[in-house]
């Protein structure tokens, strides 16, 4: 099997009663311009109930221009969906994504997203984990990079109006889980300012076990110069990594005996969506995404000076927890207006570490 093919194969029994959520994702940022889409193709299943399985679309375009974005969910019975097993072929309703193109549409009130895209990537996958988690029951929920450092093309209709996407960089992703992260903080960074080969996967997760919280845990994998520097060891990332949270600012550092990083991810709070997840188990958690936010990075290889690299507007950030502000609970919806923006930023406590 083809490595992308095999990083993309279904994890999940979509008709099983364990609970589950699998998702594939595409996402690009414009070269220069604060502008950005993420499409999301999701099964979801609640646990004990597989009869209430269902599809869903997501898709946001974040215009940091016009300080607008437009956030949209589609969901259809599972019926009308069709997932291939062992390559990537996904459908969900009207809206598809293979290997190499995605087709589809999102509505809502108001507002409409279409998109015809295709895109290539000639990088091996990325783990964002240790090989052998993906196959144990800790964590419960799991994360890797099929298409790192992936170039778009093709249109995207926001309201009618195209946008030609030529050469966008980004990435396509496969997450799943019997159920969500406690909190976490997830970063991504296709292609820094002065380096748009640089690849970079991170995460801080804070969990429980048996309703007992663990130290955060902080993932980093960092390709460079055509090497893969991975900190994601369990004594790497628990011992060995650091992971701070404040409001939309989140600072992380890794270290391992042949090199250290540190990074420092941001966003203003008019950069994200709110959006509410079911969680298989029950109950929801609340994430505020972002592909506009900002990155510095400092990569410090055992006996080398350290290198800077930068990304101003072209960053993944997410942030997961269990509530959001009062008014935007509702999610997901056009995310538009000063209320929204600024209540965003207060979703999760201002220190969480």
């Not at 589950?20 to 690009?28: P, T």
């Not at 990435?171 to 997830?186: E, F, I, L, M």
Request: include cysteine.
């Amino acid at each position: 099997m083809h490595p992308v093919d095999a990083c993309n194969r279904v994890r999940c029994d979509v008709r099983g009663a364990g609970g589950h959520y699998e998702s594939w994702f595409a996402r690009a940022n414009h070269p220069s311009r604060p502008l950005a889409f993420w499409i999301r193709y999701t099964t979801f299943a609640p646990k004990g109930r597989p009869q209430d399985a269902v599809g869903e679309v997501w898709a946001i375009w974040f215009d940091g221009e016009r300080g607008r974005h437009v956030a949209l969910k589609d969901t259809v019975p599972l019926a009308r969906c069709s997932i291939a097993a062992r390559e990537l072929d996904v459908r969900i309703g009207l809206s598809t994504l293979g290997t190499h193109q995605l087709e589809g549409r999102a509505r809502g009130p108001g507002h409409t997203l279409r998109w015809q895209l295709g895109y290539a990537c000639d990088e091996q996958p990325l783990l964002l984990l240790q090989r052998g988690w993906y196959d144990r029951g800790f964590p419960k929920a799991k994360s890797l990079v099929p298409c790192p450092n992936a170039q778009f093309y093709g249109r995207i209709a926001i309201d009618g109006v195209p946008v030609e996407i030529d050469g966008w960089r980004g990435s396509q992703n496969h997450n799943w889980g019997s159920r969500h992260t406690d909190r976490y903080a997830w970063g991504q960074v296709a292609g820094f300012d002065d380096d748009p080969h640089a690849f970079l996967e991170c995460a801080t997760a804070w969990l429980k076990v048996g309703g007992v919280p663990l130290p955060a845990l902080t993932v980093l994998v960092l390709r460079v110069d055509g090497r893969t520097h991975a900190f994601n060891g369990l004594a790497a990332s628990m011992l060995r990594a650091t992971g701070r949270l404040r409001g939309t600012t989140w600072e992380l550092a890794a270290r391992s005996p042949r090199a250290r990083v540190t990074a420092r991810i941001e966003a203003a709070p008019e950069a994200f969506v709110a959006l509410r997840y079911d969680n298989p188990p029950g109950g929801v958690k609340q994430c505020l995404n972002s592909k506009l936010a900002s990155c510095v990075l400092t990569f410090s290889p055992k006996g080398e000076a350290p290198r800077t690299y930068v990304s101003r507007q072209r960053a993944a950030f997410e942030i997961l927890g269990d509530r959001l502000p009062e008014g935007l609970a509702a999610a997901p919806l056009e995310a538009t207006g000063g209320a929204h923006r600024r209540a965003a930023a207060a979703a999760l406590p201002a220190d969480a570490h």
